[in-house]
Protein backbone atom coordinates (compact mmCIF):
# COMPACT_ATOMS: atom_id res chain seq x y z
CA UNK A 1 0.00 0.00 0.00
CA UNK A 2 1.34 3.15 -1.15
CA UNK A 3 1.47 6.59 1.52
CA UNK A 4 -1.08 7.89 -0.69
CA UNK A 5 -3.62 5.07 -0.52
CA UNK A 6 -2.71 4.61 3.15
CA UNK A 7 -3.60 8.40 3.70
CA UNK A 8 -7.18 8.09 1.66
CA UNK A 9 -8.09 5.03 3.72
CA UNK A 10 -7.56 6.84 7.19
CA UNK A 11 -9.60 9.73 5.44
CA UNK A 12 -12.02 7.55 4.81
CA UNK A 13 -12.30 6.10 7.62
CA UNK A 14 -12.96 9.39 9.70
CA UNK A 15 -16.55 10.67 8.77
CA UNK A 16 -17.03 14.27 7.76
CA UNK A 17 -20.35 14.91 6.42
CA UNK A 18 -22.04 17.80 6.20
CA UNK A 19 -24.03 19.23 9.15
CA UNK A 20 -26.31 20.44 6.83
CA UNK A 21 -27.59 16.62 6.13
CA UNK A 22 -27.63 15.48 9.37
CA UNK A 23 -29.61 15.68 12.52
CA UNK A 24 -28.00 17.85 15.05
CA UNK A 25 -25.20 16.60 17.00
CA UNK A 26 -25.16 13.45 14.53
CA UNK A 27 -21.35 11.89 16.07
CA UNK A 28 -20.67 11.56 11.46
CA UNK A 29 -21.44 15.14 11.56
CA UNK A 30 -18.76 17.74 10.59
CA UNK A 31 -15.23 18.36 9.21
CA UNK A 32 -12.74 18.38 12.68
CA UNK A 33 -12.08 14.87 12.95
CA UNK A 34 -10.10 15.29 9.37
CA UNK A 35 -9.03 18.27 10.06
CA UNK A 36 -7.11 17.70 12.96
CA UNK A 37 -6.14 14.64 11.69
CA UNK A 38 -4.58 16.48 8.28
CA UNK A 39 -2.98 18.86 10.76
CA UNK A 40 -1.21 16.38 12.30
CA UNK A 41 0.23 14.81 9.56
CA UNK A 42 1.32 17.83 8.02
CA UNK A 43 3.06 19.00 10.74
CA UNK A 44 4.73 16.06 10.62
CA UNK A 45 5.94 16.91 7.69
CA UNK A 46 7.40 20.45 8.36
CA UNK A 47 4.73 22.96 7.65
CA UNK A 48 2.95 25.89 9.40
CA UNK A 49 -0.07 24.81 10.33
CA UNK A 50 -3.66 27.43 11.28
CA UNK A 51 -7.09 27.24 11.42
CA UNK A 52 -9.88 29.68 10.49
CA UNK A 53 -12.77 29.61 12.71
CA UNK A 54 -15.56 29.69 9.97
CA UNK A 55 -19.09 28.23 11.47
CA UNK A 56 -19.83 27.14 15.35
CA UNK A 57 -17.58 24.32 15.97
CA UNK A 58 -16.15 23.87 12.13
CA UNK A 59 -13.08 25.47 10.48
CA UNK A 60 -10.92 25.40 7.88
CA UNK A 61 -7.11 23.78 7.81
CA UNK A 62 -4.35 26.17 6.28
CA UNK A 63 -1.13 24.60 6.52
CA UNK A 64 1.86 25.98 4.82
CA UNK A 65 5.29 25.13 2.81
CA UNK A 66 7.48 28.15 3.20
CA UNK A 67 10.60 28.08 0.55
CA UNK A 68 13.94 28.80 2.16
CA UNK A 69 14.09 31.97 0.58
CA UNK A 70 12.23 35.09 0.12
CA UNK A 71 8.52 34.42 -1.17
CA UNK A 72 7.67 35.41 -4.99
CA UNK A 73 4.51 33.42 -5.74
CA UNK A 74 1.76 31.34 -3.85
CA UNK A 75 0.42 28.02 -4.97
CA UNK A 76 -3.23 27.29 -3.11
CA UNK A 77 -4.21 23.77 -3.32
CA UNK A 78 -7.94 23.92 -2.09
CA UNK A 79 -9.53 20.51 -1.91
CA UNK A 80 -13.10 20.32 0.41
CA UNK A 81 -13.25 17.84 3.89
CA UNK A 82 -16.54 17.84 3.57
CA UNK A 83 -18.97 14.81 2.52
CA UNK A 84 -22.51 13.89 1.72
CA UNK A 85 -24.02 11.26 4.01
CA UNK A 86 -24.42 7.14 4.32
CA UNK A 87 -24.50 4.61 6.70
CA UNK A 88 -21.63 3.63 8.51
CA UNK A 89 -20.40 0.97 6.40
CA UNK A 90 -19.43 3.64 4.11
CA UNK A 91 -17.05 4.94 6.46
CA UNK A 92 -14.78 1.41 6.30
CA UNK A 93 -12.62 1.89 3.75
CA UNK A 94 -12.24 -1.54 0.65
CA UNK A 95 -9.52 -2.26 -1.65
CA UNK A 96 -11.10 -4.56 -4.52
CA UNK A 97 -9.68 -4.68 -8.07
CA UNK A 98 -7.48 -1.56 -7.88
CA UNK A 99 -9.70 0.76 -6.34
CA UNK A 100 -10.42 2.29 -3.33
CA UNK A 101 -14.31 2.03 -2.07
CA UNK A 102 -16.13 4.38 0.44
CA UNK A 103 -17.65 7.84 1.20
CA UNK A 104 -15.49 10.31 0.09
CA UNK A 105 -12.89 8.37 -1.98
CA UNK A 106 -13.33 10.59 -4.97
CA UNK A 107 -15.59 13.76 -3.87
CA UNK A 108 -12.97 15.20 -2.74
CA UNK A 109 -10.34 13.00 -0.24
CA UNK A 110 -8.75 11.24 -3.24
CA UNK A 111 -7.61 14.78 -3.82
CA UNK A 112 -7.12 15.74 -0.37
CA UNK A 113 -4.86 12.81 0.43
CA UNK A 114 -3.42 13.53 -3.67
CA UNK A 115 -2.48 16.78 -2.56
CA UNK A 116 -1.11 16.58 1.24
CA UNK A 117 1.11 13.84 -0.07
CA UNK A 118 2.21 15.53 -2.95
CA UNK A 119 3.38 18.64 -0.36
CA UNK A 120 4.83 15.83 2.10
CA UNK A 121 6.60 14.49 -0.88
CA UNK A 122 7.84 17.71 -1.97
CA UNK A 123 8.91 19.41 1.20
CA UNK A 124 11.21 16.77 1.48
CA UNK A 125 12.41 16.27 -1.61
CA UNK A 126 16.02 18.08 -2.87
CA UNK A 127 14.08 20.00 -5.23
CA UNK A 128 11.53 21.74 -3.57
CA UNK A 129 11.17 25.02 -4.81
CA UNK A 130 13.49 27.55 -3.52
CA UNK A 131 11.13 30.60 -3.66
CA UNK A 132 7.44 29.56 -4.22
CA UNK A 133 5.37 29.19 -1.19
CA UNK A 134 2.68 25.79 -1.15
CA UNK A 135 -0.30 26.23 0.92
CA UNK A 136 -2.68 23.77 1.52
CA UNK A 137 -6.17 24.77 2.38
CA UNK A 138 -8.86 22.05 3.43
CA UNK A 139 -11.94 23.82 3.53
CA UNK A 140 -15.53 23.46 4.97
CA UNK A 141 -18.74 23.17 4.05
CA UNK A 142 -18.44 22.64 -0.29
CA UNK A 143 -21.08 20.37 -0.02
CA UNK A 144 -23.91 23.02 1.29
CA UNK A 145 -23.13 26.78 1.08
CA UNK A 146 -19.52 26.80 0.18
CA UNK A 147 -19.04 28.59 3.93
CA UNK A 148 -15.05 27.52 4.01
CA UNK A 149 -13.96 29.14 0.33
CA UNK A 150 -16.20 32.53 1.28
CA UNK A 151 -14.51 32.65 4.76
CA UNK A 152 -10.49 31.80 2.95
CA UNK A 153 -11.82 34.66 -0.04
CA UNK A 154 -12.86 37.34 2.67
CA UNK A 155 -9.63 36.60 4.67
CA UNK A 156 -7.32 38.27 1.76
CA UNK A 157 -5.25 35.24 1.05
CA UNK A 158 -3.60 35.75 -2.02
CA UNK A 159 -2.04 33.34 -4.78
CA UNK A 160 -1.12 33.15 -7.75
CA UNK A 161 -2.88 30.15 -8.42
CA UNK A 162 -4.90 27.85 -6.72
CA UNK A 163 -5.91 24.09 -7.53
CA UNK A 164 -9.38 23.46 -6.07
CA UNK A 165 -9.82 19.47 -5.72
CA UNK A 166 -12.40 18.18 -7.02
CA UNK A 167 -12.64 14.80 -9.55
CA UNK A 168 -12.11 15.71 -12.91
CA UNK A 169 -9.78 12.38 -14.00
CA UNK A 170 -6.74 14.30 -13.25
CA UNK A 171 -7.77 16.46 -16.25
CA UNK A 172 -7.19 20.55 -15.51
CA UNK A 173 -10.24 22.51 -15.47
CA UNK A 174 -10.86 26.06 -16.40
CA UNK A 175 -14.05 26.69 -16.80
CA UNK A 176 -17.34 25.49 -14.94
CA UNK A 177 -20.85 26.42 -14.62
CA UNK A 178 -22.39 28.01 -11.60
CA UNK A 179 -26.34 27.45 -10.07
CA UNK A 180 -28.57 29.92 -9.14
CA UNK A 181 -32.06 28.32 -7.08
CA UNK A 182 -35.38 30.60 -7.50
CA UNK A 183 -38.24 30.29 -5.90
CA UNK A 184 -41.39 31.87 -8.12
CA UNK A 185 -45.09 31.63 -6.51
CA UNK A 186 -48.17 32.57 -8.05
CA UNK A 187 -51.06 34.30 -6.15
CA UNK A 188 -55.17 33.12 -7.12
CA UNK A 189 -57.87 33.78 -5.24
CA UNK A 190 -59.89 30.68 -3.30
CA UNK A 191 -63.37 29.27 -4.37
CA UNK A 192 -65.27 26.61 -3.88
CA UNK A 193 -64.33 23.21 -6.30
CA UNK A 194 -68.01 23.60 -7.06
CA UNK A 195 -67.96 26.82 -8.04
CA UNK A 196 -64.14 27.36 -9.85
CA UNK A 197 -65.86 30.00 -12.14
CA UNK A 198 -65.80 32.03 -8.92
CA UNK A 199 -61.78 31.97 -8.04
CA UNK A 200 -58.61 31.94 -9.57
CA UNK A 201 -56.18 29.09 -10.30
CA UNK A 202 -52.84 29.63 -8.88
CA UNK A 203 -51.60 26.11 -10.09
CA UNK A 204 -52.85 26.81 -13.37
CA UNK A 205 -51.38 29.76 -13.92
CA UNK A 206 -47.74 28.33 -12.69
CA UNK A 207 -48.46 25.08 -14.93
CA UNK A 208 -48.21 27.57 -17.64
CA UNK A 209 -45.24 28.83 -16.44
CA UNK A 210 -43.48 25.86 -16.30
CA UNK A 211 -44.55 25.00 -19.55
CA UNK A 212 -42.58 28.01 -20.84
CA UNK A 213 -39.54 27.53 -18.65
CA UNK A 214 -39.26 23.58 -20.19
CA UNK A 215 -39.55 25.04 -23.70
CA UNK A 216 -39.47 28.22 -25.17
CA UNK A 217 -36.62 29.19 -21.89
CA UNK A 218 -34.65 26.12 -22.51
CA UNK A 219 -34.93 26.76 -26.04
CA UNK A 220 -33.63 30.79 -25.69
CA UNK A 221 -30.75 29.16 -23.98
CA UNK A 222 -29.35 26.41 -25.72
CA UNK A 223 -28.77 29.30 -28.27
CA UNK A 224 -26.21 30.36 -26.21
CA UNK A 225 -23.46 28.30 -26.18
CA UNK A 226 -19.84 28.32 -24.24
CA UNK A 227 -16.90 26.76 -26.31
CA UNK A 228 -16.02 24.63 -23.27
CA UNK A 229 -19.18 24.39 -20.80
CA UNK A 230 -21.97 24.06 -23.97
CA UNK A 231 -25.52 25.78 -22.82
CA UNK A 232 -26.78 26.94 -20.10
CA UNK A 233 -29.93 25.08 -18.01
CA UNK A 234 -33.07 25.28 -16.48
CA UNK A 235 -34.95 22.61 -13.97
CA UNK A 236 -38.00 23.26 -12.25
CA UNK A 237 -37.04 20.54 -9.35
CA UNK A 238 -40.31 21.55 -7.06
CA UNK A 239 -44.20 22.27 -7.30
CA UNK A 240 -46.57 22.81 -3.97
CA UNK A 241 -50.24 24.10 -4.21
CA UNK A 242 -53.37 24.10 -3.20
CA UNK A 243 -54.39 22.60 0.14
CA UNK A 244 -56.97 19.64 -1.05
CA UNK A 245 -59.37 18.93 -4.27
CA UNK A 246 -62.73 20.67 -3.30
CA UNK A 247 -60.54 24.40 -3.23
CA UNK A 248 -59.35 26.31 -6.01
CA UNK A 249 -55.88 27.03 -4.42
CA UNK A 250 -54.71 30.69 -4.48
CA UNK A 251 -50.88 29.79 -4.02
CA UNK A 252 -48.64 28.03 -5.70
CA UNK A 253 -44.55 28.02 -5.65
CA UNK A 254 -41.79 26.42 -7.99
CA UNK A 255 -38.11 25.66 -7.40
CA UNK A 256 -36.08 25.89 -10.04
CA UNK A 257 -32.19 25.50 -10.52
CA UNK A 258 -31.00 27.64 -13.50
CA UNK A 259 -27.14 26.48 -14.71
CA UNK A 260 -25.54 29.43 -15.32
CA UNK A 261 -22.08 30.31 -17.55
CA UNK A 262 -19.51 32.81 -17.33
CA UNK A 263 -20.57 35.63 -17.50
CA UNK A 264 -24.50 35.21 -16.37
CA UNK A 265 -25.55 37.25 -12.88
CA UNK A 266 -28.13 36.84 -10.58
CA UNK A 267 -29.76 40.20 -12.09
CA UNK A 268 -29.41 38.98 -15.98
CA UNK A 269 -31.43 35.94 -15.31
CA UNK A 270 -34.11 37.52 -13.41
CA UNK A 271 -34.57 40.18 -16.30
CA UNK A 272 -34.65 37.75 -19.08
CA UNK A 273 -37.10 35.28 -17.17
CA UNK A 274 -39.35 38.05 -16.01
CA UNK A 275 -39.27 39.48 -20.07
CA UNK A 276 -40.32 36.06 -21.32
CA UNK A 277 -43.16 35.66 -18.98
CA UNK A 278 -44.43 39.37 -19.64
CA UNK A 279 -44.40 38.54 -23.61
CA UNK A 280 -46.24 35.12 -22.37
CA UNK A 281 -48.93 37.60 -20.25
CA UNK A 282 -47.84 35.45 -17.08
CA UNK A 283 -46.67 36.93 -13.89
CA UNK A 284 -45.22 35.24 -10.67
CA UNK A 285 -43.42 36.82 -7.30
CA UNK A 286 -39.59 36.24 -7.83
CA UNK A 287 -37.46 35.16 -4.82
CA UNK A 288 -33.73 34.31 -4.37
CA UNK A 289 -33.85 30.62 -2.64
CA UNK A 290 -31.39 31.11 1.32
CA UNK A 291 -28.20 29.01 -0.16
CA UNK A 292 -26.26 32.33 -2.13
CA UNK A 293 -25.62 31.99 -5.70
CA UNK A 294 -23.28 29.18 -6.87
CA UNK A 295 -21.06 31.24 -9.39
CA UNK A 296 -19.44 30.07 -12.32
CA UNK A 297 -16.12 30.46 -13.91
CA UNK A 298 -13.81 30.98 -16.10
CA UNK A 299 -9.90 31.20 -15.92
CA UNK A 300 -7.43 32.48 -18.47
CA UNK A 301 -5.80 29.52 -19.90
CA UNK A 302 -3.38 30.85 -20.92
CA UNK A 303 -2.03 32.43 -17.69
CA UNK A 304 1.88 31.24 -17.15
CA UNK A 305 1.04 29.24 -14.26
CA UNK A 306 -1.75 28.09 -16.11
CA UNK A 307 0.34 26.71 -19.34
CA UNK A 308 2.81 25.21 -16.50
CA UNK A 309 0.11 22.92 -15.34
CA UNK A 310 -1.41 22.01 -18.13
CA UNK A 311 1.89 21.16 -19.61
CA UNK A 312 2.75 18.67 -16.83
CA UNK A 313 -0.44 17.28 -16.71
CA UNK A 314 0.31 16.60 -20.36
CA UNK A 315 -2.47 18.82 -21.75
CA UNK A 316 -2.55 21.47 -24.40
CA UNK A 317 -6.27 22.81 -23.79
CA UNK A 318 -8.12 23.08 -21.14
CA UNK A 319 -11.32 21.33 -20.18
CA UNK A 320 -14.81 22.76 -18.31
CA UNK A 321 -17.37 20.65 -16.61
CA UNK A 322 -21.09 21.13 -15.62
CA UNK A 323 -20.52 21.35 -12.21
CA UNK A 324 -19.68 24.03 -9.62
CA UNK A 325 -16.82 24.49 -6.89
CA UNK A 326 -15.22 26.10 -4.57
CA UNK A 327 -12.79 27.84 -7.35
CA UNK A 328 -15.44 30.20 -8.67
CA UNK A 329 -15.42 31.61 -4.89
CA UNK A 330 -11.76 32.11 -5.11
CA UNK A 331 -11.05 33.51 -8.42
CA UNK A 332 -14.21 35.79 -7.95
CA UNK A 333 -11.89 36.66 -4.77
CA UNK A 334 -9.02 37.39 -7.40
CA UNK A 335 -6.95 34.20 -7.01
CA UNK A 336 -7.23 32.82 -10.60
CA UNK A 337 -7.96 29.08 -10.32
CA UNK A 338 -8.20 25.82 -12.24
CA UNK A 339 -10.35 22.67 -10.99
CA UNK A 340 -7.91 19.20 -10.85
CA UNK A 341 -7.68 15.46 -8.78
CA UNK A 342 -8.37 12.20 -9.24
CA UNK A 343 -11.61 9.86 -9.58
CA UNK A 344 -14.57 10.54 -12.17
CA UNK A 345 -17.51 12.82 -11.19
CA UNK A 346 -19.87 10.11 -11.98
CA UNK A 347 -19.15 8.26 -8.63
CA UNK A 348 -19.50 11.32 -6.73
CA UNK A 349 -22.61 11.20 -4.06
CA UNK A 350 -23.19 7.68 -5.45
CA UNK A 351 -23.88 4.87 -2.60
CA UNK A 352 -21.25 2.59 -3.84
CA UNK A 353 -18.12 5.40 -4.02
CA UNK A 354 -14.83 4.20 -5.15
CA UNK A 355 -11.62 5.52 -6.94
CA UNK A 356 -9.12 4.11 -8.98
CA UNK A 357 -5.70 3.89 -7.09
CA UNK A 358 -4.10 4.13 -10.29
CA UNK A 359 -5.48 7.68 -11.16
CA UNK A 360 -5.23 8.47 -7.10
CA UNK A 361 -0.98 7.80 -7.40
CA UNK A 362 -1.10 9.77 -11.20
CA UNK A 363 -2.72 12.93 -9.59
CA UNK A 364 0.09 12.73 -6.55
CA UNK A 365 3.34 12.21 -9.31
CA UNK A 366 2.05 14.77 -11.01
CA UNK A 367 1.20 17.58 -8.54
CA UNK A 368 5.02 16.52 -7.33
CA UNK A 369 6.18 17.48 -10.96
CA UNK A 370 4.65 20.44 -11.51
CA UNK A 371 6.13 21.93 -8.04
CA UNK A 372 9.27 20.56 -9.25
CA UNK A 373 9.28 23.20 -12.10
CA UNK A 374 8.79 25.78 -9.73
CA UNK A 375 11.56 28.46 -8.71
Keep these: MSRTEKLLAELIALPSVNGAFLPPRHPFAGEHRVADFLAATAAQAGLEIEFQNVLPGRRNLIARLRPKNKITQTILLAPHLDTVGADETKFIPRRKN ?24 IAKSKSRPQ ?17 GSRALAASGLKADLAIVGEPTNCSVVTAHKGSLWLNLETRGLAAHGATPHLGKNAVH ?14 AQLRRRKHKLLGVGTVNVGKISGGTQPNIVPDACVIEIDRRTLPGETEKFVLAEMRALLAAKKLSANFSSA ?13 LPLVQKFLRNAGQTRPTGVDYFCDAAILSAAGVPSVVFGPGDIAQAHTADEWISLAQLERAKDLLVRFFQSLP
Design 131 to 147: TTEIIFAGLIDEEHAQA
Design 98 to 121: GRLYGRGACDTKGSVAAMLAAVRE
Design 290 to 302: KLAPALPMETDFK
Design 205 to 218: EMACIVDVLETDYA
